[in-house]
């Protein structure tokens, strides 16, 4: 696949940090190729934040995080749903979809899987599927909400992808606890999905829709 095909990227991240854990290290390939990628986060889940830290704390780790995988500051788009609630806003966010995808032409849409069972993941990638159906759409792979996920693309990876990924998620320090947000849980993962197409290093996608 020739990544100078796509020119225009549109990452959706229900909740900040979901675009940089299911396809971070792509997403800095893609920039590296020449490609402009746009990061859409819908919620700062002010509501979900630690009481020792700011409550929107992750706005400020969002700027940060995209910075190390080269994300312009100015592609970062942040809209302030409140975490858990998407549900009953999905005509809102159908129409800054829609907006969005007017405003920026996209060859390309990352989101997450359609059977994602987090209730707002699963609305970003039904409205995300909805708005953008004539477009190339890959879902990413979040493991610990995905019961089960199709291995159907395979992005492969430097140590220099890699690693950007692991700076940006770094700079989520509200979110060091949780069990996945370490080193070694990330470059296991690539290297479990790089096992599987001969590679050192990959992520994987689900193609929800190909075009060419």
Not at 195 to 205: H, I, P, R
Request: proline residues 3%; neutral net charge.
């Amino acid at each position: 696949m020739n990544l100078s095909n796509f020119k225009r990227v549109i990452v959706l991240a229900p909740h900040t940090d979901d675009g940089e854990f299911g396809c971070g290290a792509t997403i800095s390939k893609l920039i590296e190729s020449g490609s402009e990628v746009y990061y859409v986060a819908f919620s700062a889940c002010e509501q979900s934040v630690l009481p020792q830290f700011p409550k929107d704390i992750l706005i400020s780790e969002v700027k940060s995080a995209t910075k190390k995988i080269d994300i312009p500051s100015s592609n970062l788009i942040l809209h302030n749903y409140e975490v858990r609630t998407f549900n009953f806003r999905r005509q809102e966010i159908l129409e800054d979809l829609v907006k969005l995808r007017a405003q920026v032409k996209p060859d390309l849409i990352f989101m997450p899987a359609l059977g994602d069972v987090h209730q707002d993941h699963a609305t970003i990638a039904q409205e995300g599927l909805r708005a953008f159906k004539f477009s190339n759409i890959l879902c990413y792979e979040v493991p610990w909400n995905n019961l089960s996920f199709n291995t159907t693309c395979f992005s492969i990876l430097s140590e220099v992808h890699i690693q950007k990924k692991i700076d940006a998620l770094g700079e989520y320090k509200s979110q060091a606890h949780r069990t996945y947000a370490n080193e070694e849980f990330i470059r296991s993962l690539a290297r479990v999905r790089g096992v599987q197409v001969n590679e050192k290093y990959a992520e994987v996608f689900d193609i929800l829709r190909f075009i060419f």
